[in-house]
């Protein structure tokens, strides 16, 4: 039995490597601000989006769902072991999410070609956010977070011959489905609305979700106005116009102030404060392990 798990792990795939581009960039803080743009672009894809419209719980407990959906992302890359059992974990969650989008055709969250689009966002996202929140990437650390990226997606149980395996393979494919089959949906158009309702945060101290529920109608406004900011912002621009939302000369300059304050402010933080939990604690068990 031993010898038979045994083997079995040797074909568990991969988690990025400590030190590498991911293990920098997905734990740090700035990485909070690129997660709407990378879920706008997946739900802009008419299946994925009807999935989400006919199967999530982001209206009836919006924070909770994107709580859930950042610590699965930190195990990804941070999770070793863990990292194996969360990709199997959301597969089977996935099993269960069908029925048939806007234009009447069915939909599966695991057909190949919607799984992959999904994963494959992140890619374009991270590089895009990065030229206005840290440092722009050279090309030889584009190809690393591809690469990195391509080993996510193993865990999460895409298999090579549904993703791009290069970046040379991967800007057609990204184009052709950029013309192809985005759209502004209408879970798009919840997500970048400023409008919606959308209730207190309900996390953290009593007398934090106190506080936060008595100034919380001053701040929602505020809240939706840049919320749609950084969603629209830090999206490729290529996928801004597939999708059909604008973006003003005034608008990118506001980005650029913004990611400039990013820039000098994020990483004179302490690391307590720079680093989400999950990435914190396995820097740290790292660091020990090396010594």
């Known amino acids: 039995m031993n010898t038979v798990r045994t083997a079995l792990e040797r074909t568990d795939p991969e988690p990025p490597p400590p030190g590498g581009v991911l293990w920098t960039l997905v734990g740090d803080v700035r990485s909070l601000l690129t997660l709407p743009a990378a879920l706008t672009m997946q739900?802009?894809?008419?299946?994925?989006?009807?999935?989400?419209?006919?199967?999530?719980?982001?209206?009836?407990?919006?924070?909770?769902?994107?709580?859930?959906?950042?610590?699965?992302?930190?195990?990804?890359?941070?999770?070793?072991?863990?990292?194996?059992?969360?990709?199997?974990?959301?597969?089977?969650?996935?099993?269960?999410i069908q029925g048939t989008d806007a234009y009447g055709r069915k939909y599966h969250a695991l057909t190949p070609a919607y799984y992959a689009w999904v994963h494959a966002t992140g890619y374009p996202v991270f590089r895009h956010a990065q030229r206005y929140l840290g440092r722009p990437f050279t090309?030889?650390?584009?190809?690393?977070?591809?690469?990195?990226?391509?080993?996510?997606?193993?865990?999460?149980?895409?298999?090579?011959?549904?993703?791009?395996?290069?970046?040379?393979?991967?800007?057609?494919?990204?184009?052709?489905?950029?013309?192809?089959?985005?759209?502004?949906?209408?879970?798009?158009?919840?997500?970048?609305?400023?409008?919606?309702?959308?209730p207190a945060p309900d996390r953290g101290p009593w007398w934090v979700r106190l506080a936060l529920r008595l100034v919380w109608p001053v701040l929602l406004p505020r809240f939706a106005r840049f919320r749609r900011f950084v969603t629209i912002g830090l999206m490729p621009p290529d996928a801004r116009r597939a999708i059909g939302l604008t973006w003003t000369d005034a608008q990118e300059r506001r980005l650029r102030r913004l990611g400039l304050m990013v820039r000098l402010v994020v990483p004179a933080l302490p690391e307590r404060l720079r680093f989400l939990p999950i990435a914190r604690r396995a820097r740290r068990k790292h660091r020990t392990a090396r010594r």
């Open 43 to 96: 739900v802009a894809h008419p299946a994925v989006g009807a999935g989400v419209d006919d199967h999530s719980v982001f209206r009836a407990d919006p924070w909770g769902r994107g709580e859930r959906s950042l610590a699965s992302l930190q195990l990804w890359v941070y999770g070793g072991r863990a990292a194996v059992e969360e990709g199997r974990r959301l597969r089977k969650l996935h099993r269960s």
């Open 139 to 198: 090309p030889a650390q584009e190809r690393a977070l591809y690469a990195e990226w391509l080993q996510v997606g193993r865990i999460l149980g895409i298999h090579d011959r549904d993703m791009p395996q290069t970046i040379e393979e991967f800007w057609p494919y990204y184009r052709k489905v950029l013309a192809a089959e985005v759209e502004e949906t209408v879970v798009v158009r919840e997500l970048i609305a400023t409008d919606r309702p959308l």
